[in-house]
Every structure is written in structure tokens, then in C-alpha cells.
């Protein structure tokens, strides 16, 4: 049974240096491909790098709503060069309407234009949302977006959204995280999300599942946060098929089918 992470960000120090362990456990979890996403210029290079020595990366180029006030004047050139330098998507994209000190206009310049570019190359772009689902909305319907679609990682918005999203070629990725049990609402929009849309992310090294459910256990940041280790993808699997009462095996064809639809058009070497 092969896995397929639709969003992490292997490239984040917090993974720490032992580099060489952390490959050996998800060669053994038969992880056969990961959208690695850049969130800022500064981590752009460090994508590129982990692309060119692995084949198990696919690299994604974008800048993160949190870092967009950080841009440099030439940040759109740098993106453009990155993604004509190596097969790859764009993102990590999108809008947040929650994180301290936002300034959703400025988001959605940067988005917009960000759209634009995986858009004209027909790439998929991975978009973040959080509080901004009518702006997200109105962006994506306005377009241009790509034609091969584009992933809603960490879904978490209303999930009667979830018909005309799928139908502007939305597919929505499913984190550990949501094993947590106050995240009952976000995990249960999941039900409505059509089967052949579905994917499954552990966003590595963020959005941690409950301690209990771990594989990998990191130690945790100097702030308390615990840290996910990217090979914990197996049992957000795991969780997932419990979830919908679908047999894993099942749960892992029907996932490699979508993941392959929506990224397939980057050639790889590994999946
Ligand atoms: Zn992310």
C-alpha cells in the first residue's frame, strides 16, 4: 500500500538534523510522494534542494498568507524562476482572516497573483483559508485558475461550500490534526466531500494528531507545540478509514487515484 501526503513542509528546521532518520521512517511507511510546500522566499532553496535529491518530492513554490508582508520588491520574479526551474505546483497559497494583524487586501493581491501563475502553467496550487471563505470564493470564480484543479489543504470551511467548490476544481486534503476531539464540525465536513475528491496531508510539522494516535513522536518546540513528523502519514490513514468506515486498502487506492489525477501532470520519478 503506498501513501501519498498531499501538503507538508519537509523542508521546516523543526524536523530537526537527523535528516538520514527521518527518511529511513517513511521509506518504511512506504510514503511514495509528498507535495513538499515552500512558504516564503527564504524557503524556496531549501525545497529546491530536498526536489533534487529525492525523488519522493514534489516541489510547490508559493508564498504563505502569514509571510506576505515580508515579500521582497522582486518576489514574483524569484517565484516564477523556482517554478520554472523544477516540475512544480504552487503553494502554499491562500487567505487568512484569523491570524493576528492581517490585512486581507494585501493577501489577496498576492494570491490573486499567485492563482494567475499555476493558472497559465496548469499546475495545481495549494490554497490555505481560514476566515475568508466568501473572499476565497469570489477570487477562485473570478479566476483564472488552473484547469487541472487545485487542493483546499486542511479543509475546514462550510461544508455546503463543498458542491460549487468541487465543481471549480476543488479537492480537499485531510489532516491529523482533526482526530482531535473538539475538531468534531471540520472533520465531519469531510462526510460531504465527494469521494473522488478526497486526499490526506499531514502538514508535517505542524497540525500534530493526538498523542495516542502519533507513530513518530518529535520532541516538542521551546513554545510547547508538539512537532509531526512527516511519517506519521500511515496513521492519519488510519484515522481517516476509520472515520468513514472504509476498508484501508480501499481508503489508499482511492486516494492514489486522486492524488495521481490532480498531481500527476508533474513528472516524478518515485509514486
Ligand atoms: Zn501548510
Redesign the pocket.
Known amino acids: 500500500m503506498k501513501l501519498y501526503d498531499a ?1 507538508n ?1 519537509l523542508q521546516d528546521v523543526r524536523l530537526g538534523e537527523d535528516r538520514a532518520g527521518m527518511w529511513g521512517a517513511l521509506r518504511r511507511e512506504n510514503v511514495a510522494l509528498m507535495v513538499v ?1 515552500g ?1 516564503t522566499e527564504e524557503d524556496w532553496p531549501r525545497v529546491m534542494e530536498l526536489a533534487r535529491s529525492n525523488p519522493e518530492v514534489l516541489p510547490s513554490f508559493g508564498y ?1 498568507p502569514w509571510w506576505v508582508r515580508e515579500r521582497s520588491s522582486n518576489w514574483e520574479a524569484r517565484l516564477a524562476d523556482c517554478l520554472d526551474a523544477v516540475p512544480s505546483a504552487v503553494g ?1 497559497i491562500g487567505l487568512d482572516g484569523w491570524v493576528k494583524g492581517h490585512d486581507l487586501e494585501d493577501q489577496e493581491r498576492v494570491f490573486r497573483t499567485q492563482l494567475g501563475m499555476a493558472a497559465e502553467r496548469n499546475v495545481p496550487a495549494s490554497i ?1 483559508c481560514i476566515q475568508a471563505w466568501g473572499r476565497l470564493v469570489k477570487c477562485l470564480d473570478a479566476g483564472p485558475r488552473p484547469a487541472c484543479g487545485f487542493l483546499l ?1 486542511s479543509f475546514g470551511g462550510p461544508p455546503e461550500m463543498i458542491p460549487d467548490l468541487a465543481a471549480m476544481g476543488a479537492y480537499f486534503s485531510f489532516p491529523g490534526y482533526y482526530a482531535h476531539d473538539r475538531k468534531i464540525r471540520q472533520r465531519e465536513g469531510f462526510l460531504q466531500v465527494p469521494p473522488d475528491r478526497l486526499l490526506i496531508e499531514t ?1 508535517a510539522p ?1 497540525q500534530s494528531m493526538p498523542a495516542e494516535r502519533v507513530t513518530y513522536p518529535l520532541p516538542q518546540t521551546s513554545d510547547g507545540k508538539p512537532v509531526n513528523h512527516p511519517a506519521n502519514l500511515g496513521a492519519v490513514y488510519q484515522f481517516v478509514a476509520e472515520f468513514l468506515g472504509c476498508p484501508a486498502p480501499e481508503l489508499a487506492g482511492r486516494v492514489e487515484a486522486n492524488f495521481k489525477r490532480l498531481f500527476g501532470g508533474i513528472p516524478r520519478s518515485a509514486g
Request: net charge negative.
Open positions: 501538503h513542509h510546500n512558504t504563505h502554499e490555505h489543504h502538514d505542524d
